[in-house]
């Protein structure tokens, strides 16, 4: 079944180019001249989450980081070579830090248990929750305050791209990127835009982290 299942991906590839060129004849040669996108997507890398898709938009519209849990550690230097990417050469004016309800790596990140190789990762986790764990222990439904765990932590990884200089830098040049924080609930299949309050946290962070 695996083997026919991998075999079906290069018939649906076809299929999908047919479709495409049906609506336009150009469309892979304009796709091949370059890319101008919008949006930076920071998502979690749980299949069920595909950026494009739940945003409506076309190849070429979302250049995409994704891992588990939708994390923008600053050790990271493939998240950060994205986020430089996007903002100084790609010039996005939006990047988007989108987690999701049901996330296993928020999940797994509540449990005490020794997850080897995933402690590290998911420690960073751990830090949101013990950063706000006044809130989240007043919340007495486990469900309920893991749902709000996924909402802080995308509140949290926010912050950690606002920290960048590539962002600092070219909001004040240009006046973006804007820094959003989305969540996608599985169940419903609906986008929730947590309203970071983008410029206020650029402006309380920047006497620390003034990097431009």
Known sequence: MSNELYQQVFENNRRWVESKKAQDVDFFEKLSRGQD????????ADSRVPANEIMGLEPGDV???????????NTDMNAHAVIQYAVEYLKVDHV????????????????SEDLGQLNGWLREIRDVYR??????NAIEDEEA???????????EQCINVIKTSWVQRSFRARGFPIVHGWCFALEDGLLKDLKIPFE??????REIYKLD
């Open 37 to 44: 996108p919008d949006f930076l997507f920071i998502g979690c």
């Open 131 to 136: 950063m706000h764990s006044k809130e989240l």
């Open 200 to 205: 206020s946290i650029l402006e309380g962070i």
């Open 96 to 111: 988007i830090v989108c987690g999701h309800y049901g996330c296993g790596g928020v999940a797994a990140a509540m449990k």
């Open 145 to 155: 305050r893991y749902r709000r765990l996924v909402e802080l932590n995308v509140q």
């Open 63 to 73: 250049f995409v980081h994704r891992n588990v849990a939708n994390l923008v550690p």
